[in-house]
Structure formats: C-alpha cells, structure tokens
C-alpha cells in the first residue's frame, strides 16, 4: 500500500510565501506524475499543478508565476513553492501521485491534505 503524507500548511499574510512538501511511502517500485490540488470551502477540488516523471511541469492559470512545483524522484517526494499568495489562494491542499508498486500494480493515492490560509 502507497501513503502520501503532506507537510507544511499554515497560516500567512497575503504576499507571503509557503512551501509544501508530500512525500510518497510503502511499497513502490516507480513513482509517475504527481501534482496539487486543493478545495476551497464550497468549491469542487481543482488541479494546481502537475509534474512528470521526466519533470515536464504544468500549472492552473490562477497560479501560474506564483506556484512552482518540484520533485526528488530519489525520495518520492513533491514541492510546492507558494510565492506571492493572495486570500482566494486558502484552501485545503492536496497531493496526488499515479505509479506502480513492487507487484507491478498501479497505483493512484492521495494524501490527507494540509491546509492553507492567507489572511492578515
């Protein structure tokens, strides 16, 4: 079984900055795409930003030259730089990752969410 845990959520001004990290655990022979997401209150879960294997990279427009996403496919783990955040950027954020595990099975987790909070 694959777990995915999030860390670094928190409360901040707005412009301020604030890094994600989601690292990826269990019984994994390979480790494809892995992305963001997050929900805001009443609102449906939506793609953040999204990065390869080969480390192609793509972004939602709302965030795009503010968000930059990373990887280390050493330690499975994805980033999420948050630059520049405005109050519509709070949301409970999510981490996806789509792979294969040691049996060749597929697999598709996500983690349990962290939140984000842009307020003053």
């Known amino acids: 079984q694959v777990q995915l845990v999030e860390s670094g959520g928190g409360l901040v001004q707005p412009g301020g900055s604030l890094r994600l990290s989601c690292a990826a655990s269990?019984?994994?022979?390979?480790?494809?795409?892995m992305s963001w997401y997050r929900q805001a209150p009443g609102k449906q879960r939506e793609l953040v930003a999204v990065?390869?294997?080969?480390?192609?990279?793509n972004y939602a427009d709302s965030v795009k030259g503010r968000f930059t996403i990373s990887r280390d496919s050493a330690k499975n783990t994805v980033y999420l730089q948050m630059n520049s955040l405005k109050p519509e950027d709070t949301a409970v954020y999510y981490c996806?990752?789509?792979?294969?595990?040691?049996?060749?099975?597929?697999?598709?987790?996500w983690g349990q969410g962290t939140q984000v909070t842009v307020a003053s």
């Open positions: 269990g019984s994994i022979l390979r480790v494809y795409d």
């Open positions: 990065i390869t294997y080969g480390s192609s990279t």
């Open positions: 996806n990752a789509d792979g294969a595990d040691r049996e060749y099975r597929s697999f598709h987790a």
